[in-house]
C-alpha cells in the first residue's frame, strides 16, 4: 500500500536533550505527580507481600499495552495459559497468536525486572536483551528480534494510508541511542521528568523494527523503580495512555514537530499522577480484598495450610486442579480437600470441567473481578 507523506512529522535531530525546560509550565504538574506517585509508593512499602499482591498487575499492564498496539487479548485468556504452560511459552496449540505476544510481553517485563534486581543497569544491552524475548516467538520473530533497526521505519495510520511519523534514520540510531542513554545516566532532571523525556526520545528513535511502543512503556515502569521514585516495579501507566490514546500521540509527535518539550512533560506527568490514584485505589482494593479472604479462608479451611491457599489463589486466579495439588506446598490430600471445600462455599469457580486426562480448571473471581480490562 502507497502512504502518503504530505503531514508527516520527522525526527527532531539534534534537539535532545531540551536545553530550555520551562519548569514553570508544569511544575504545578510535577509536585502533583510527585505526590501522587510517593502515597502509591507508600502503601507498597506497607505491604509485606506486594509481589503476592501486585504482581497481577503485570499481567494487566501486558494486557493493555499489547492492545494498545492492536494485539487483542483478556486477562483470562492470559491466566488460562499461565495455568496450562507454566514455563514455555512456546506452545501455541489452540491459543490465539494475540495471546502469545501478551505473554511474551509479560514475561519480558518481569525478566527485565529480575535482571535489575540482580544489579544490571537500563542500558542498550538490557533493552535489546528484553526486545529479543519480547519478538522471541509468533508473528514478531521475523522482525529481528534483539537487533536495532538497519532500515527506516514509518509510524502510519493505515486507515487513513498516511504517514504521521518519520523516527531516526537508521544511520544516526546509534548517536541517538548513545545521547538517549548517556542523558539516562547522567542528567540531574527529577526522576519524573527524566522518565518523561526518555520515553518520548525512545518513540521517536523507534530502534526497533517492531515492539518500539511496549519497549518504550516498559522503560517508564524500569526507570521509575531504578530512581528509587517506587520502591517495588509495580506501576504502570499504559491504561492512561490507552484512555487517552490520540492525546498521547499528538504530544509526542508535537515534540518533534513544534519542539513542545514542556507540553509534553505537562502530559506525562498528568499521566502519572492520574494513573498513580487509579493504581492506589486498585491496590487498595486488592490488599483489602486479601486481608478479607485471610479471614474467610481461616474460618472456611479450618488449617495451618489455610494462608498458603490463600497466597496461592491470589498468585494463581486462575489454575488448574493438578497444579494446585502438586505446587501450593501443601499436602495433597489436604489440597484435595480444600478445593471441594473452595468449590461448595463459592470460592473458586469451574472454568472448565476435567475432561479425560485434562483436570478442572478453577478461577478465583473475587480477584478476577478487580483485575479484568
Known amino acids: 500500500m502507497d502512504l502518503n507523506l504530505n503531514d508527516a512529522v520527522y525526527y527532531h535531530y539534534d534537539q535532545f536533550p531540551p536545553s530550555d525546560l520551562d519548569y514553570g509550565r508544569f511544575v504545578s504538574s510535577l509536585i502533583r505527580a510527585t505526590d501522587a506517585i510517593a502515597r502509591y509508593d507508600q502503601m507498597l512499602k506497607n505491604m509485606h507481600n506486594s509481589e503476592i499482591l501486585l504482581a497481577p498487575l503485570r499481567n494487566q499492564e501486558a494486557v493493555i499495552s499489547s492492545r494498545m498496539e492492536g494485539t487483542v487479548s483478556t486477562m483470562d485468556e ?20 494475540e495471546v502469545i505476544e501478551t505473554i511474551l510481553y509479560q514475561r519480558a517485563l518481569k525478566a527485565a525486572q529480575e535482571a535489575m534486581m540482580d544489579g544490571y543497569p537500563i542500558s542498550q544491552s538490557l533493552i535489546k536483551a528484553i526486545h529479543q524475548r519480547l519478538l522471541s516467538f509468533g508473528r514478531g520473530a521475523s ?18 494510508r498516511k504517514i504521521l511519523f518519520v523516527p531516526i534514520r537508521p544511520e544516526k540510531l546509534q548517536d541517538g541511542l548513545d545521547a538517549l542513554f548517556q542523558y539516562m545516566a547522567d ?124 497466597d496461592y489463589l491470589f498468585t494463581n486466579p486462575v489454575f488448574r486442579n493438578n497444579k494446585f495439588t502438586s505446587k501450593s506446598g501443601i499436602p495433597a490430600p489436604t489440597a484435595a480437600r480444600f478445593t471441594r471445600i473452595m468449590l461448595e462455599s463459592g470460592i473458586i469457580h469451574t472454568v472448565e470441567e476435567a475432561a479425560g486426562r485434562k483436570p478442572a480448571l478453577y478461577s478465583f473471581e473475587p480477584l478476577m473481578k478487580l483485575l479484568r480490562v
Open 187 to 310: 542528567s540531574a532532571h527529577p526522576a519524573l521528568i527524566k522518565s518523561a523525556l526518555s520515553h518520548v526520545e525512545f518513540e521517536a528513535l523507534h530502534p526497533f523494527k517492531d515492539g518500539n511502543g511496549r519497549i518504550g512503556r516498559m522503560l517508564i515502569t524500569l526507570m521509575l523503580w531504578q530512581s528509587a521514585t517506587i520502591s517495588a516495579p509495580h506501576f504502570y501507566v499504559s491504561a492512561y495512555f490507552e484512555d487517552n490514546k490520540d492525546a498521547y500521540i499528538d504530544a509526542m509527535r508535537h515534540v518533534s514537530e513544534n519542539g513542545s518539550w514542556n507540553e509534553w512533560c505537562e502530559f506525562f506527568l498528568d499521566a502519572i499522577e492520574h494513573q498513580a490514584i487509579r493504581n492506589l485505589r486498585i491496590a487498595e482494593e486488592i490488599r483489602n480484598l486479601y486481608e478479607n479472604m485471610k479471614q474467610v479462608f481461616t474460618e472456611t479451611l479450618s488449617s495451618k495450610w489455610s494462608l498458603t491457599a490463600l
Open 143 to 160: 522482525k529481528s528480534p534483539g537487533e536495532f533497526k538497519t532500515e527506516q521505519n514509518y509510524l502510519a495510520d493505515r486507515s487513513k
Open 78 to 97: 492470559i491466566l488460562k495459559y499461565e495455568a496450562d504452560y507454566e514455563n514455555d511459552a512456546t506452545d501455541t496449540s489452540n491459543v490465539r497468536s
